[in-house]
């Protein structure tokens, strides 16, 4: 008889013991799965959020300010060597060394404008990036398509009393109203939105940028470090990073996530318990069937390989249900611990085959023991319970 048909008979004859142990590992490895893809699942989730958040990286003109005060009284202040980015420049942000962690660079042009008998602040952006940065945008209308639209904040429509559709002159062009904001609670409200090259004709700014916001907020992203970097490829340029948005998030993220393995490890050794408890209650109970297994010429090796197969078993069978039954748990628990009803479940192959993994290492290292136990058995002892 081969040893695998022996090891696979003794878990049918027990079958209920191997079914606690098997239920045993199962229910912590299901605890780690769950855990780590809801910490995987949740870092997906926060990264599409925060690429919902707009810029991170705030780029604008390098001056030297020179705050006036006499008496104790403030005069204000006055820059000088003002120093303007240049459109043409714009092209070297791409060029950093953490470009790849760069989603949207969106330039503009500010600057006043007479609209009819008001005065407004106009805003040139590239719509295409604008939009793709600012996705919380409810516009009602369309965003403008063409040099002769524009797109009001709701306030400054509702200062020109236009709506969608509607004709607004300003500074003696007229310009279609392609859409207009829905109100957002921010600056956004009261400014007039052209496309980049019409808003520089307008402002005479031809070729220059009054401001570069950058979007890279993604988990990970070294902010720090592209904050340098763009700095370094736009000498003139002054580079800050807004980082307080996020760091909150990406702390309770990392939390959870020293949780989630403090708790993996803490069920790993009650799984590796129950494997050892189970198998020495296992031996112990077959102190018979070993010592006729010694008697008729098995070696220790032999025992050894049979205790130690049944326990491979028993976790590949544990680690396989332990997979698929944290996954089940972590698609029914992300709702309610994502920030959208829409996350993604994150399916990792390396968290299947890690599961796997881990119950076998579990299962035969907690089991090492008893089988090392059973070996040593002495034949004789062991018959007189016959």
């Keep these: 008889m081969k040893l695998h048909n022996i090891a696979i008979n003794n878990l049918r004859r027990r079958k209920a013991k191997m079914a606690f142990l098997t239920i045993g590992l ?7 799965v769950t855990l780590v893809t809801l910490t995987k ?22 001056s030297n300010d020179l705050s006036m005060t006499y ?18 420049d714009l092209a070297r942000i791409h060029t950093i060394q953490n470009s790849r962690n760069i989603s949207a660079v969106s330039p503009k042009v500010l600057g006043g404008i007479r609209a009819g008998e008001r005065d407004v602040l106009l805003v040139g952006v590239d719509f295409d990036s604008e939009l793709r940065m600012k996705q919380w945008w409810q516009i009602f209308g369309e965003a403008p398509r063409n040099d002769s639209e524009v797109l009001l904040g709701s306030e400054a429509a509702n200062a020109l009393e236009v709506m969608s559709g509607d004709k607004v002159e300003l500074n003696g062009e007229t310009f279609k109203v392609a859409g207009v904001l829905e109100q957002t ?29 950058v979007a890279a907020l993604c988990s990970g992203c070294p902010i720090g470090d592209m904050v340098v970097q763009i700095a370094e490829k736009l000498p003139d340029a002054r580079v800050s ?31 590796a318990l129950i494997v050892f408890v189970t198998m020495m209650g296992s031996v112990n109970e077959r102190t018979t069937e070993i010592g006729v297994f010694r008697a008729i010429g098995f070696r220790q090796s032999h025992i050894m390989r049979i205790i130690l197969l049944e326990a491979l078993l028993v976790s590949l069978l544990a680690g396989l249900l332990g997979y698929a039954s944290g996954m089940g748990a972590a698609k029914l628990v992300l709702p309610f611990m994502a920030e ?45 319970a016959l």
């Design 340 to 384: 959208s009803k829409d996350a993604l479940l994150a399916w990792d192959a390396m968290v299947a085959g890690g599961s796997v993994t881990l119950a076998l290492l579990v299962g035969v290292l907690a089991s090492l023991y008893p089988a090392l136990h059973a070996s040593r058995l002495d034949p004789t002892e062991a018959l007189r």
């Design 185 to 213: 609670g921010s600056q956004d409200d009261a400014l007039v939105f052209a496309p980049l090259k019409k808003a520089q004709q307008l402002l005479g700014k031809e070729g220059k940028i009054t401001l570069v916001e």
């Design 26 to 32: 199962m229910v912590g490895i299901a605890t780690i």
């Design 71 to 88: 008496g104790g009284i403030s005069l204000g202040g006055v820059s000088f060597d003002q120093r303007e980015i240049r459109e043409e």
């Design 41 to 62: 699942s949740m870092s997906g989730d926060i990264e599409r959020k925060m690429d919902e958040f707009g810029a991170n990286i705030l780029i604008t003109p390098r």
């Design 241 to 271: 990073a807004i980082q307080q948005v996020v760091e909150s998030r990406l702390h309770a993220l990392d939390q959870f996530r020293r949780f989630a393995f403090g708790v993996a490890a803490v069920v790993v050794f009650i799984g």
